[in-house]
C-alpha cells in the first residue's frame, strides 16, 4: 500500500473525538467466579454492548465520518461475513450515505437481516469460490463508490483502538491484554493504544487455530495467505492479515495465540452462566486463550477484549448444548 500513511496514536485520539456521543462507551465487567479459576483478575471490556452488537462500529463510523461531500453522494462499498457489513450500513445511514455490502451467502441470517435493516444494498458471494476483495473493487469501479475494508485501513484501525483506548483509561496497570484476531485491524489498534498509554502491558492476538494464518505471519516475519478457515468464529474467517496491521503487528505484538472450536463454545458458556451476557463464537477468542494460559497468568491483572454478541440465536443455543468438554 505504497502512499499510504499508517495510523498512529494520534490518529486514535482523533478517532475517540469524533466517536464521542455517537459509539457507547461499552462496560468493562469482572467476575469473582472467573478470577478464581483463572488465578488472575480479569477485566472483560464488552464491546457486545456497541452499537450494531461489535466493535467494528467503532472503525465505520470514524471512516465514513471523514468522507468528504462528493464520497457521501457516492456512497461506500464494503466487504464482510457480517459485523463490518452491519457497522458499515448503522454508520452510513447515520451520515446519509448510500452503502452496498459485499457479504458471503452462508453469512449468519441474524447479521445479513440486521445489515438490510439499517438500509444497506446486499450483493451475495460464495466465500469459498470468489474473492470478495476482488468484487468489492469491482463495484468500486464501476459505481463510483469509496470502499472501505474490514480492517487494513488507517481510519479503521485508529476507530478499533479507541476501545483498547478506553478499557486502559478504566483499568489501571494492566500486565496484559487478550484481543480477538482476524485480518488485525483490533489487534493493530489495540497495540497502538496500548503502547502510547501503558507501554509495560503485554499484548497479544488471539485467532482461530483452523485460520492461524497470524501466528504463521508472524513467526515467519511475512504475510502468510491461507484458504479461507473452517470454524465457528465467523469474524474471524480472513485468509491474511492486512499490510497496515502487520506492520504493527509485527513490531509491536507480544505474540499470537489460537483457540479450538471447543474452546470457544467453552468460553461461550462461561459468559452466559457466569456474566450472563451473550457472546458470539469470535469475540470469544481472548478469553479462551486465557483460560488455557491461566496458569502462566496467575495473580496478573489481565485485559479481554470481547470483540461483539452478534450470533443467530438458533446457533447459539446449537452451540452452547453441545456437550462441554473435560477439563
Same mark, same amino acid.
Given at each position: ?10 490518529? $486514535? @485520539? ?31 471490556? %464488552? ?54 455490502? $459485499? ?8 447479521? !445479513? ?30 459505481? *463510483? ?23 486502559? @483509561? ?9 484481543? %480477538?484476531?482476524?485480518?488485525? *485491524?483490533?489487534?493493530? *489498534? ?14 497479544? *492476538? !488471539? ?14 516475519? @511475512? ?29 509491536? !505484538? ?29 469475540? %470469544? ?20 477484549? $470481547?470483540?461483539?454478541?452478534? !450470533? ?16
Amino acid at each position: 500500500m505504497a502512499g499510504v500513511i499508517p495510523p498512529t496514536y494520534a490518529d $486514535v @485520539e482523533s478517532a475517540a473525538a469524533r466517536l464521542l456521543g455517537h459509539a457507547h462507551r461499552t462496560p468493562v465487567l469482572t467476575s469473582s467466579r472467573v478470577d478464581d479459576e483463572v488465578g488472575a483478575r480479569v477485566f472483560f471490556k %464488552c464491546e457486545n454492548f456497541q452499537r450494531m452488537g461489535a466493535f467494528k462500529f467503532r472503525g465505520a463510523f470514524n471512516a465514513l465520518s471523514r468522507f468528504d461531500d462528493e464520497q457521501r453522494r457516492a456512497g461506500v462499498v464494503a466487504y464482510s461475513s457480517g459485523n463490518h457489513a452491519q457497522a458499515i450500513a448503522l454508520s452510513a445511514r447515520l451520515l446519509g450515505i448510500p452503502a452496498t455490502i $459485499v457479504m458471503p451467502h452462508d453469512a449468519p441470517a441474524a447479521k !445479513v437481516a440486521a445489515t438490510r435493516g439499517y438500509g444497506a444494498t446486499v450483493v451475495s458471494y460464495d466465500r469459498y469460490a470468489e474473492d470478495r476483495e476482488a468484487i468489492g473493487r469491482a463495484l468500486a469501479a464501476t459505481r *463510483g463508490l469509496t470502499l472501505v475494508p474490514p480492517y487494513d485501513h488507517a481510519d479503521v484501525i485508529a476507530g478499533q483502538g479507541t476501545a483498547a483506548k478506553e478499557l486502559i @483509561e478504566e483499568v489501571d496497570g494492566l500486565d496484559a491484554l487478550f484481543v %480477538c484476531l482476524g485480518g488485525g *485491524g483490533l489487534l493493530s *489498534g489495540s497495540l497502538l493504544a496500548a503502547q502510547a498509554l501503558s507501554p509495560s502491558t503485554r499484548v497479544y *492476538g !488471539v485467532e482461530p487455530a483452523a485460520g492461524d494464518d497470524g501466528q504463521r505471519s508472524l513467526r515467519s516475519g @511475512e504475510i502468510v495467505h491461507i484458504d479461507t478457515p473452517d470454524t465457528i468464529a465467523d469474524g474471524a474467517q480472513t485468509q491474511h492479515l492486512g499490510e497496515l496491521t502487520f506492520a504493527i503487528i509485527r513490531r509491536e !505484538v507480544d505474540d499470537i495465540h489460537t483457540a479450538t472450536d471447543a474452546e470457544l463454545v467453552d468460553a461461550m458458556r462461561v459468559f452466559a452462566s457466569t456474566l450472563k451476557i451473550v457472546v458470539e463464537p469470535t469475540g %470469544c477468542l481472548a478469553f479462551a486463550a486465557v483460560r488455557r494460559l491461566a496458569p502462566e497468568l496467575a495473580g496478573q491483572r489481565i485485559g479481554v477484549l $470481547v470483540s461483539g454478541g452478534n !450470533v443467530d440465536l438458533a446457533r447459539y443455543a446449537e452451540l452452547i448444548s453441545r456437550p462441554a468438554p473435560a477439563r
